[in-house]
């Protein structure tokens, strides 16, 4: 299995500013990959961060709102730009194993006031 | 457009019942399907899962069934626990490069009871 640790645990932010969260695997793994999810609503997919390249950005996402970075094979960010409260989520980083597993970190709680 | 559907948004199932959840996809081309368990504040937690290519997966107390035909799949739990209760949610994934590109039911609360 995978541990991944997510920091902030949670936050409440002002509209209008940012918030960068952290996700740190205590292995190595190519992809890595950021979810949301919504008040009552199911995970939904942001993007594919993979390391040395650029992120792939799902439908609806987009590189200005939610920059990633990913500098190596075991940590990358996620950025929640110029808030507003329809940001208001748990923000998920998850990482697929060799085993054809993907796990979860524990979420990043974001109220945005 | 939602392609993978968990129509019951919860179930209510005494100790040592059986608990079955289910789940509808629409998208034939999906490869690779997972379950996991989520607890209130907590991220979710992988339970189990089956490939396209098999129609039942078992561990433990969990057992996943695929129908293709039908695009259906259902969790069994055997024997129900009060600790199985949680937020259960179905997934999806064309699998290979894709594999960890997930597509999420809005998930079953279950609630089992003494």
């Known amino acids: 299995s995978a541990v991944i640790s997510q920091k902030p645990s949670r936050d409440i932010c002002q509209r209008g500013t940012s918030l960068t969260i952290q996700c740190q695997v205590d292995?190595?793994?190519?992809?890595m990959f950021w979810y949301r999810q919504q008040p009552g609503q199911s995970l939904t997919l942001i993007a594919t961060?993979?390391?040395?390249?650029?992120?792939?950005?799902e439908s609806g996402f987009v590189i200005d709102k939610f920059p990633i970075s990913r500098p190596n094979l075991t940590f990358s960010t996620l950025t929640v730009s110029n808030m507003s409260p329809e940001d208001s989520s748990i923000y998920l980083c998850s990482v697929a194993n060799s085993g054809n597993t993907i796990y979860f970190g524990e979420g990043s709680w974001l109220t945005v006031v | 457009d939602q392609q993978v559907k968990q129509n019951s948004p919860s179930l209510s199932v005494q100790e040592g019942r059986i608990s079955i959840l289910n789940c509808d996809y629409t998208n034939s081309m999906f490869d690779y399907f997972l379950w996991y368990k989520k607890y209130p504040a907590e991220g979710p937690t992988f339970l189990i899962s089956i490939s396209s290519i098999k129609d039942k997966n078992e561990d433990g107390r969990f057992t996943v069934f695929l129908n293709k035909s039908a695009k259906h799949l259902s969790l069994h739990i055997v024997p129900s626990q009060p600790g199985d209760s949680a937020v259960y949610f179905c997934?999806?994934?064309?699998?290979?490069?894709?594999?960890?590109?997930?597509?999420f039911g809005r998930g079953t609360q279950l609630t089992v009871w003494p």
């Open positions: 961060a993979n390391q040395g390249s650029e992120a792939t950005y």
């Open positions: 292995s190595q793994v190519t992809m």
């Open positions: 997934a999806a994934s064309f699998g290979g490069s894709t594999l960890g590109r997930l597509y």
